[in-house]
């Protein structure tokens, strides 16, 4: 078996696997997102068109998500 063919394979296991662990159990996943999920993505996207955050600030260097002050660079 030659190298191509077998990266094919190993690659075509990892994307089956992968398959396998996404649609195990997704009826009882959550259907949607949480509120704070979406007001971080609405920041992150709100940043990057206009430059300010969901509450008109410029540049923050600290978000007011809900009353916790989070950093505006961190990914949680």
């Known amino acids: 078996m030659n ?3 077998r ?3 190993i690659l ?3 994307i089956l696997a ?3 662990v996404r ?3 997704l009826a009882g996943m959550p259907v949607g ?3 704070d999920e979406v007001s971080i993505g609405y920041n992150a996207y709100s940043l990057l068109k206009t430059g300010r955050d969901q509450n008109g ?3 923050p260097l600290a978000i007011d998500q809900f009353g916790d ?3 505006a660079g961190s990914a949680s």
Do not use: D, E, K, M
């Open 3 to 5: 190298a191509r063919l």
């Open 7 to 9: 990266t094919q394979i």
């Open 12 to 14: 075509g296991c990892i």
């Open 18 to 20: 992968g398959l396998a």
């Open 23 to 25: 649609f195990f159990n």
């Open 33 to 35: 997102l949480h509120g």
């Open 57 to 59: 600030n410029f540049l």
């Open 69 to 71: 002050w989070r950093p």
